[in-house]
């Protein structure tokens, strides 16, 4: 009875950053055990993985509501998505509160529980669902996208829970759909959910693990433009020795990718954003990715259709409308000086867009989340400026809701076409207390 006393008079004169630290360590192999079973449980589908999650938190005395919606009903600000690439099937997200003590901000965490589609698994050299370890990496379908960062949510609560601490504010644990378009965070954001902040936890692919914060992501855009050409007025079968009559759609679009070029090289010069340029020394790009016209094997035969898709990436104080109104321009310019364009011109569509956001480095939720890594690590994280189209600009561009991301070291993800898919452990450990010490540091701290 002394020793049970003193051991609590030792962990009352710890600081939260202590408590969490212990309480996180002696979860460790518990920590491992759930993210495992939420794992084993990807055959069974994603509303198994959400009703283990709900249950998990209604074990830690939050307040579980399952948001059931279809995306295609999800109002979109700043985005857009052409209907094809949209999730139809109506989807759940489990969203829990965790009432605070009082007085202080809220914070709401979200993570995906949704992955690729279960194929090629003859290529994996492990069990995809059984979490095997191996030189320090658990491996697992879906473990680095994202059901790590599922798990170190409802982990971070079970970590505070364990030290003796409670958040001031409220705290939203929410497990979110986000693959194909599935909007789950914009889904619970527009039925009234939110918070003071946002935190978007997910393994960081850059390499760095909790050494890197997601405070900034560019916009994107997708598109397609389909060129015409015309066959040779020939009943002949090949076109070869009538292609001087005829009008390659192959060259044609080579005429667009040209005044693409000329116009990604002119933004490239133009247009700037600091943080973005440091990194990797400008700050938007326009690429053309693919170029598909003729029919393989029958290389007599004139084009007459070319289909090229491509993206644009711009920076977050860039308008996607203007981004788009500047490509559109490009095209037609390029059309009208051309007599067959002209004439014919080329159909530009717009497949999917977003638009960038950022969180600046003065801001408190960045000092909050800065200091929880530098706790952890020893380090101070540095902010990843590459994350184009990053789900940390949904709570900023759907309700202004500042917005940052950070998780484990991961990789080989399936969606990358990639096999063995995989989290460092000792990261994931980490990445709970870095979770856990950000809901202190910003909700606030008060002891059970």
């Known amino acids: 009875m002394a020793r049970i006393g003193q051991c609590r008079r030792v962990e009352a004169r710890m600081s939260a950053p202590q408590a969490i630290e212990a309480a996180a360590e002696a979860r460790r192999d518990a920590s491992i055990t759930f993210l495992r079973e939420l794992i084993a449980l990807q055959p069974k589908g994603e509303a198994e993985v959400q009703a283990h999650v709900a249950d998990a938190l209604r074990g830690l005395g939050c307040v579980v509501d399952s948001l059931r919606y279809a995306p295609t009903e999800v109002p979109m600000r700043h985005e857009f998505a052409a209907a094809a690439a949209m999730d139809k099937e109506e989807r759940a997200s489990i969203i829990a509160r965790l009432p605070g003590s009082g007085g202080g901000r809220s914070l709401i965490f979200f993570a995906h529980p949704d992955g690729e589609p279960i194929a090629g698994l003859e290529r994996w050299k492990h069990d995809p669902f059984a979490g095997e370890i191996e030189a320090g990496r658990l491996y697992g379908w879906g473990v680095s996208d994202d059901l790590s960062g599922v798990a170190i949510m409802v982990e971070a609560l079970q970590a505070l829970k364990e030290a003796g601490l409670r958040p001031a504010g409220d705290v939203l644990v929410t497990s979110t759909p986000s693959k194909r378009h599935a909007r789950g965070v914009a889904a619970a954001l527009h039925h009234g959910y939110g918070a003071d902040a946002a935190v978007y936890v997910h393994p960081a692919e850059s390499g760095q693990g909790m050494q890197e914060v997601k405070a900034i992501c560019s916009g994107q855009l997708y598109f397609s433009i389909t060129v015409a050409g015309r066959e040779p007025e020939t009943t002949e079968p090949g076109h070869t020795s009538f292609a001087h009559l005829a009008v390659s759609a192959l060259d044609k679009a080579i005429v667009i990718k040209a005044a693409l070029a000329a116009l990604d090289a002119e933004r490239g010069k133009r247009v700037h954003h600091a943080r973005i340029a440091e990194v990797v020394g400008r700050s938007t790009n326009i690429l053309i990715s693919t170029m598909r016209c003729g029919t393989e094997g029958r290389y007599g035969r004139m084009p007459i259709e070319c289909v090229m898709g491509g993206a644009v990436s711009f920076p977050p104080d860039e308008a996607m409308e203007a981004v788009q109104a500047e490509i559109a321009a490009a095209v037609a310019a390029a059309a009208a000086a051309d007599p067959w364009l002209a004439t014919h011109p080329p159909k530009l569509e717009w497949l999917s867009g977003v638009t960038g956001a950022e969180v600046p480095a003065a801001h408190p939720l960045f ?74 540091g910003w909700c606030g701290a008060a002891a059970e």
């Not at 600009?393 to 998780?407: A, E, S, Y």
């Open 367 to 440: 000092a909050a989340v800065s200091a929880s890594v530098h706790d952890v690590t020893g380090k101070a994280p540095f902010v990843n400026a590459m994350h184009t189209a990053s789900d940390i600009r949904v709570p900023m561009t759907q309700k202004g809701i500042p917005t940052v991301g950070f998780g484990p070291l991961g990789g080989d993800l399936s969606q990358n076409g990639r096999h063995d898919e995989w989290v460092d452990v000792d990261d994931y450990i980490r990445a709970i207390k870095v979770a856990a010490g950000t809901i202190m």
